[in-house]
């Protein structure tokens, strides 16, 4: 609360020691066995972050604001590895930290962010009965999705990390088709397609494997079939227009995921549908050219 109001009315050229002390007691905070307190420490972090470590033309001694987020970060990621005697709540506060940081600051290091509390989420023989610790390592995770805006960016992911993306797109739908339906809202799906069937025809081979079969999963789930009508969910042709369009392929049954010839035409017919077409042109388009 301090430092909230406090923020707003003193430069950001403070006193270099005076930051140092904010800093301390906010990492001392972070162990705290009392819940409260590591739920303020957690708040505030975020907010030093981003009024005294922004600027990277501050220095911080020998260092500048980018050097000295570097060395904050990979201190608050090795304590998710701590398996010391305190290592359950050094962990909770930590795996809660990490997850509130600003975004400039996870764009900067996000692989190492994700890694840590993947890790801290795992359960091993010495942690296994660290429960509130894997909860607050995925709740930290959650939180570093809804910074970055995960599926906002599926089309500038790449290879390895769209298929993970993809994969975890169908199952947050087959789970939410199952437990939550009214989360599974046309518009969600909707979204979701758009961004698949971008993918599904990009030149990547693999890529555009990997993003047919999820759009179809999607497609034909029976779980989701149950939830939406048909033709909310599946994408076909009006009859005239089926009548006069060649087969795809030898046998329609079957497609080979990884050959243009056989997804190209598929989805291409998703340029009729207005819902689509600016996805599927930008995949066609954008893609090829970078």
Aim: net charge neutral; with cysteine; proline share 4%.
């Amino acid at each position: 609360y301090i430092i909230q109001h406090f923020r707003l009315h003193v430069s950001k050229y403070l006193l270099k020691n005076v930051r140092d002390e904010w800093l301390s007691l906010i990492e001392e905070c972070l162990s705290h066995e009392v819940q409260v307190v590591r739920e303020k420490a957690i708040h505030a972090l975020p907010l030093v972050f981003e009024q005294y470590l922004r600027d990277d033309g501050l220095q911080y001694g020998a260092v500048d604001a980018k050097h000295r987020r570097m060395e904050l970060v990979e201190k608050y990621c090795a304590q998710l590895g701590s398996t010391s005697v305190n290592g359950l709540v050094l962990r909770m506060g930590h795996a809660r930290a990490v997850g509130s940081l600003p975004k400039f600051v996870l764009t900067e290091h996000l692989p190492t962010v994700v890694r840590s509390l993947m890790e801290c989420s795992k359960v091993t023989e010495a942690t296994h009965k660290w429960a509130e610790a894997r909860r607050d390592a995925v709740i930290g995770l959650t939180e570093v999705c809804a910074t970055m805006g995960v599926v906002g960016g599926v089309e500038r992911y790449l290879g390895d990390i769209v298929q993970a993306l993809l994969e975890c797109l169908l199952s947050i739908c087959r789970q939410c088709a199952v437990e939550a339906p009214h989360l599974n809202s046309p518009e969600v799906v909707r979204a979701v397609l758009c961004g698949v069937a971008q993918q599904a025809v990009e030149k990547i081979d693999r890529t555009r494997a990997h993003a047919g079969r999820i759009f179809t999963s999607i497609i034909y789930k029976y779980a989701l079939k149950r939830i939406f009508p048909s033709d909310e969910v599946e994408l076909k042709p009006q009859k005239e227009a089926e009548e006069d369009q060649p087969p795809t392929s030898e046998n329609s049954n079957v497609v080979l995921w990884l050959f243009p010839g056989h997804t190209m035409p598929r989805f291409v017919q998703l340029l009729s549908y207005d819902d689509y077409r600016y996805c599927v042109i930008k995949g066609l388009i954008v893609d090829r050219n970078k």
